[in-house]
Structure formats: structure tokens, C-alpha cells
Nanobody
Framework: QVQLAESGGGLVQSGGSLRLSCEASGVIFRISAMAWYRQAPGKQREMVAG???????KYDDSVKGRFTISRDNYRNIVYLQMNSLRPEDTAVYYC?????????WGQGTQVTVSA
């Protein structure tokens, strides 16, 4: 059974940095894509950044130039380096993996940015 485990969230001041990690376990087939989503209170879940197995990346406009997604294909880990954090980045961040057209989610990790 595929499981995703996020880590690295926390409380940081505006302008600070955090690095999120997500490790996938129980993986038998190739992970075609991994992504980070976030959900702020009272808002819908939105994709922040995604990366496919070939290495192509995409970002939401709100985080371009500040966040960087990367992936270790051998260890099935995806990272999200978040710099220049803003209070509006405060949310629960979720890891997502696509395997053979099935989507899997982690439990989420809280990121709080104080002004």
C-alpha cells in the first residue's frame, strides 16, 4: 500500500525559509508525477508545484521565483524549498503522487508564516 509522509513544516517569520520533504513508501510501480498542494482555512486546495518523472516542473504563479520543487527518483522523495515566505503562504501543505493514474495523498504538514 502506497503511503506518503510529509515533514518539515513549522512556524517561520515572514521572509524566512522552510524545506518540506515527502517520502513515498510501498511503491511498486513508477511514480509518474509528484506535487505539492496547499489548503488555507476556508479555501480550496490548490496546487503549488509539480514535477514529472522526466524532470519538467510547474509552479503556481504565486510561488514562482520563491519555491523550488525537486525530486529524488531513486528514493521516491520530493522536496519543496520555500524561500521568502509570506503570511499568505500559511496553509496545510499536502504531498501528492500519481502512480498508474491513481492519486495518493499525504496527511499534510502545517506551515505558518507570521508577519
Amino acid at each position: 500500500q502506497v503511503q506518503l509522509a510529509e515533514s518539515g513544516g513549522g512556524l517561520v517569520q515572514s521572509g524566512g525559509s522552510l524545506r518540506l520533504s515527502c517520502e513515498a513508501s510501498g511503491v511498486i510501480f513508477r511514480i509518474s508525477a509528484m506535487a505539492w498542494y496547499r489548503q488555507a482555512p476556508g479555501k480550496q486546495r490548490e496546487m503549488v508545484a509539480g514535477i514529472i518523472s522526466g524532470g519538467n516542473k510547474k509552479y503556481d504563479d504565486s510561488v514562482k521565483g520563491r519555491f523550488t520543487i525537486s525530486r529524488d527518483n531513486y528514493r521516491n522523495i520530493v522536496y519543496l524549498q520555500m524561500n521568502s515566505l509570506r503570511p499568505e503562504d500559511t496553509a496545510v501543505y499536502y504531498c501528492n503522487a500519481t502512480i498508474r493514474r491513481n492519486e495518493y495523498w499525504g496527511q499534510g504538514t502545517q506551515v505558518t508564516v507570521s508577519a
